[in-house]
């Protein structure tokens, strides 16, 4: 199948890169028709279909993926520029925060939308959109860098022998797996979140609100999360199913590992509340937080053997500056004996992760217990 991803990318002539994505059809699907719906013409609601690819336009250049960005002004050619008003410049005002520092999105940057005259369910869609678009840039980076690696088994990419990590021995100074860890400001206990914005009430709610919040999770009748995002209901339907679509995927990159991706994007972007979440994660599966606390510490430096820093050096250049990630970010997943199909996974994850955390950071705050 052919989508926005393959097209930027130019998978035509990196065959090992499409048969990695291949065995990704669902996240494929599921990508492309978050695009399809956030940029559809005739999306109902108060921004209009030149403000919506205005936007996506300003993250893609401010993620520095300029393929992405061009991909949008194309199809902004000939229509209408937005209305330079208040309400407009504050759009783009918190446009170009959330997409560049996303942890300064804070309350008073979010409020300022509704006080320019957007509606709840308009400040809530624009937020989806921030994320999606930030989401798709780091895709689109990553999976290029995978396609310019080359295949597997070429002599310049050809993977050193790997010794068998020692036995695990829990390092004393460290809590056991299943008690809080603290530290830097980071932590893996269970904390609550709290929206912003005036969330969904499931009693009053539209049929779709209602069957999307069934759908979801079990827990998100009573989760600001998911009532803040049922503004918006398709939109939710839409991100759950890439979000299964790539945290969930049988095969590949082991669970546990994936979850060390998106810990060390949620330390890098400051987001308490996703890296505690993926924190415990990491911990229920792998049954050990060493890793957990040297992401917390210096995600740059984390890692108890080569594999997982490789992860982690990978997912934060991709995080960070996906416009300058290439070939030589990707190549260490190789070495330490990743295959395509786990290095994609590791990309999607990493990606995920400046979507999801720019959702918990704009709307809402995460609260300790």
Sequence with gaps: ????????ARLGHAPHAQAAR??????????QACEDLLLAPALPGGLALAERLSVAQAVAAASGVATLADHYGARLAGLPAPLADARWQAITHFTQLLATQPAAADRAALLALPQAGLATPDVVLLAQLIGFVAYQARLVAGVAALAALGPAGTAA????????????????????????????GYTSETLDWKAWLPVVDPATASAEQNAVLDASHPKARTSDFYLVLAHQPRVLAERSEAFNAIMYAPGGLPRAEREVATTVVSRINGCVYCAAVHAQRFEQLAKRND???????????????ARERALAQASAALTRAPGAFGPQHIAPLRAAGLSDLEILDTVHAAALF?????????????VYP
């Design 1 to 8: 199948m052919t989508d926005t991803i393959d097209q930027l």
């Design 22 to 31: 291949q065995q990704r059809a669902k996240a494929i699907t599921a990508t």
């Design 157 to 184: 990419t050809a993977v050193a022998p790997t010794t068998p990590d020692a036995p695990f021995v829990h390092p004393a100074n460290l809590p056991p797996p299943g008690e809080p860890l603290r530290l830097a």
């Design 291 to 305: 890793v957990i606390a040297q992401i917390f510490a210096d995600p740059d430096s984390a890692g108890t053997n």
């Design 354 to 366: 400046a979507w999801a955390n720019r959702l918990m950071l704009n709307l809402g705050e995460a």
